[in-house]
């Protein structure tokens, strides 16, 4: 099925991937088994024998819940945009454990965005945490790079600022690559990089990574794929503050949508004239701690839920 037909399909589009793992309304994959959630509770041995686990997400109606499974609700998306309202409560209601990334307090919701899944892996100790953090702290060859201004895009179909935001750079500072579906004007992505994302911004100095929407805490792997990339991230979305007790925020250059963004150009002019982005840590001095809380806290908030259900794996 077309993916963006199951998105808006009537049927939850659910798939029981082996004995103990059943998926629903999740993003395309030809291996489901390798979802970091599910690599997180088989590390941890979380699930105990014979019980399945119900991964389900946003891209479908709400499916059946089997309350003999163990239900995690994940949403990866901005449940607030108008395709994903019917999960704009995380699904607190039927899953045993949300995680999403809004600020919430509730006994079963656990605020771990998607993005961390992309740097870290599911069976991350704090030491490990700490490794990858030091490995994209700093960059030092930024803006010796051959590309100046760089953006990734499929689409702007939600918030509409990407296309704004090209066009601001290139009237301001220089011409952009785009290197994506969206206004592309290059074939080095698919070409010459073989669609290897991280591999192709090494090459750029700044890379233009807006989300497709905005609300509070509602960051995407973007502005971290730029961080890995040792690009500066030009930045739209989480009302312009993504996740400040992880990210430094000196080290991201903003785009505001409502004014003639004078401060952006001065930053960038700035970081031109200096080269001051080399000494400045993309992380802030506690980032490993935060990340690591969230993975406590999932463990946890995991374990309790198991314990509600009367079966555990002591």
Same mark, same amino acid.
């Given at each position: ?57 946003? #891209? ?7 309350? !003999?499974?163990?239900?995690?609700? @994940?949403?990866? $998306? *901005?449940?607030? %945009? ?110 010459? #990089? ?7 911004? !090494?090459?750029?100095?700044?890379? @233009?990574?807006? $989300? *497709?929407?905005? %609300? ?99």
């Amino acid at each position: 099925m077309n993916f963006l037909v199951s998105l808006f399909s009537k049927k939850p589009n659910t798939i029981q991937v082996n004995s103990c793992l059943k998926v629903s309304n999740m993003w395309p994959s030809n291996n489901y088994s390798t979802l970091w959630l599910n690599q997180f509770l088989q590390h941890h041995q979380l699930l105990p024998p014979q019980r399945c686990c119900h991964i389900f997400s946003v #891209f479908g109606r709400v499916p059946t819940i089997n309350q !003999q499974e163990l239900n995690l609700f @994940i949403s990866g $998306e *901005n449940v607030h %945009y108008k395709a994903f309202k019917r999960y704009q409560n995380h699904a607190l209601d039927i899953a045993d454990v949300a995680i999403g990334s809004d600020f919430l307090t509730a006994p079963n919701y656990v605020r771990l965005p998607l993005w961390v899944s992309y740097l870290f892996p599911p069976d991350a100790d704090k030491a490990t945490i700490e490794k990858i953090i030091h490995q994209y702290n700093f960059s030092t060859n930024t803006l010796d790079r051959p590309i100046k201004f760089a953006m990734i895009a499929s689409h702007d179909k939600r918030a509409g600022k990407r296309k704004k935001m090209v066009s601001f750079i290139e009237k301001n500072c220089g011409s952009v690559a785009c290197a994506g579906k969206l206004l592309n004007n290059t074939q080095d992505l698919k070409i010459k #990089f073989r669609d290897d994302k991280i591999a192709y911004l !090494q090459q750029v100095a700044y890379n @233009i990574c807006p $989300e *497709n929407s905005n %609300y509070p805490g509602y960051v995407t792997e973007k502005v971290f794929e730029a961080i890995q990339a040792g690009c500066i991230p030009i930045y739209w979305g989480s009302n312009n503050v993504p996740e400040p007790t992880i990210l430094n925020q000196s080290a991201i250059a903003f785009y505001q949508p409502d004014n003639n963004n004078a401060a952006l150009l001065e930053q960038i002019a700035n970081i031109n004239a200096t080269n001051n982005i080399a000494s400045m840590p993309r992380f802030t001095p506690t980032a490993a701690e935060h990340i690591w809380d969230m993975y406590v806290a999932l463990k946890q908030t995991i374990t309790l839920a198991l314990e509600q259900k009367n079966y555990t794996n002591v």
